[in-house]
């Protein structure tokens, strides 16, 4: 009886999941809309202020001339007009009569701080206004007489030959809210702007990416076998993809049949001569014969088992090959179960879900057919074959589970260990060659799955084959 080999190496670890394309693009245009927009909205309110603040600062200017205007008082002297300064008497805007208005002016000469004369709504306090210097203008932030922030304008101005500093304050408190209330409104339409902005980029970039989404699907029929070629008919900028892809896919197809037909010609080459040697070793007597005869039947048993992996390798490459499982497995018992029907073995197939093997159906026959075959050699009445999907978390691969289970004498570890070596047989009485079980742990491995041998709880032999399988996407 041949048996086990040590599991196969399990495939390289997936790679981290990478944020997808279309969640790049949505990302990195979300944020520069975002910043692009709160710079545009500082910009817009600044703009804003500044120019409230001109028209702020016109209004005071006109309160100011009016002042000058009610200083001057023009009389006639021997024929001529005179103007003389006079306590102004201006009445333009009552707030200026109104106690701590927010409304203040002051007159004073502009060598001294002593106020001259000043607005009733200051009630003989004094209007905090910044320094003018050598300007003829100046306007700025203050403190009123109850606290608040005012703002004051100030000019300088000759009356007669004496120069006077005027100056007009007012409240900041009206101002300050229009400029609040025109960031808000900045703010919520600037906000709506981007939302609706975000979501065109996440629209644009939906449809634009979907002629990728459409190769997607098409190499995956590809790799599933649904097709030989990806569809070409795409967008200019990612066509010649498909183009190469498709160039790519002949190539490795014209790879496989040129290593298929190097090892059916190098197959062809070596049997002939072989079966010249051992025939005439059997035809000659004497030891020399025996020695060359059983080299020769070494020889042949080695070149089929390298041949064999040599296939296996070359089918294990082809790109959009894979098969269903439950047809092969199915046709299989079929067949096991006529060709074991005198010994009276009973073969139970179960399968628990639809799968589908990520490789050539003949490889799963030969794998699943060693395994079984030796089942039915070695059982007594009954071989059980079961078919389940796996999660391998090692890899994080889609991979199911073939398991061949049987009623026989079984094995011990040691016997396990050593039924793996290639050609070796545990019992010479049954017919076979040693090869079935190490073609099936070398075709495993190069498929990325793994090949185990256990005890049955039927009290015989259980063997565990793994391979990947295709995700239905």
């Known amino acids: 009886m041949t048996s086990e080999a040590k599991p196969a190496a399990a495939g390289h670890p997936a790679a981290k999941p990478q944020r997808s394309l279309a969640s790049r693009l949505v990302i990195v245009a979300a944020v520069w809309s975002t910043i692009a927009l709160a710079l545009a909205g500082v910009f817009l309110v600044g703009l804003y202020e500044r120019a409230s603040e001109r028209a702020f600062d016109a209004q005071l200017e006109v309160h100011i001339k009016a002042l000058i205007s009610g200083m001057l008082e023009t009389s006639a002297n021997e024929g001529r007009a005179t103007q ?18 927010g409304w203040y002016w002051t007159v004073r000469r502009a060598d001294s701080p002593q106020i001259l004369y000043s607005s009733e709504s200051l009630l003989g306090d004094p209007l905090n206004a910044p320094p003018i210097g050598d300007e003829e203008v100046s306007a700025g932030y203050s403190t009123g007489p109850t606290g608040d922030e005012i703002r004051v304008l100030q000019q300088r101005i000759f009356l007669g030959d004496e120069p006077y500093v005027i100056a007009v304050g007012a409240a900041t408190a009206g101002f300050w809210a229009e400029v609040s209330e025109f960031g808000r409104l900045v703010t919520l339409t600037l906000c709506i702007v981007g939302a609706g902005l975000i979501l065109a980029i996440f629209l644009q970039v939906r449809i634009g990416l979907k002629p990728l989404t459409r190769l997607r699907a098409s190499l995956s029929a590809v790799r599933q076998g649904e097709a030989e070629r990806i ?62 005869s059983e080299q020769a039947e070494v020889m042949s048993t080695q070149i089929q088992h390298h041949l064999e992996r040599a296939r296996m390798a070359a089918q294990r490459r082809v790109i959009g090959v894979s098969c269903e499982t439950e ?134 032999l259980k063997a565990k084959l793994t391979l990947p399988a295709l995700t239905r996407e």
């Open 327 to 460: 047809p092969v497995l199915s046709r299989l018992i079929r067949a096991m179960g006529k060709i074991y029907q005198d010994k009276g073995v009973l073969v139970d197939f179960e399968q628990s879900a639809p799968i589908r093997f990520r490789g050539e159906g003949q490889d799963l026959e030969e794998m699943s057919g060693n395994l079984i075959d030796n089942a039915c050699k070695w059982a007594a009445t009954r071989v059980e074959v079961n078919v389940a999907p796996l999660n391998d978390p090692a890899t994080n691969r889609d991979m199911f589970v073939i398991t061949v289970e049987d009623d026989g004498p079984g094995l011990t570890p040691e016997q396990r260990a050593e039924a793996i070596k290639r050609g070796r047989r545990l019992d010479e009485t049954v017919p076979g060659t040693g090869l079935g079980l190490s073609i099936v742990a070398d075709l495993a491995a190069l498929y990325g799955g793994s090949f185990e041998l256990d005890g049955s709880e039927f009290g015989g």
């Open 231 to 292: 569809d070409e008919a795409l967008p200019r900028e990612i066509a010649p993809l498909a183009v190469e892809l498709n160039a790519l896919i002949v190539s490795n197809r014209e790879i496989v049949e040129r290593a298929r037909t190097h090892v059916g010609n190098l197959a062809h080459g070596l049997k002939t001569p072989l079966s010249v040697i051992a025939n005439e070793a059997r035809s000659s007597g004497g030891p020399l014969a025996e020695k060359v």
């Open 84 to 101: 003389t300064v006079t306590a102004p008497t201006y009445r333009g805007d009552p707030r200026f009569s109104l106690p701590l208005s």
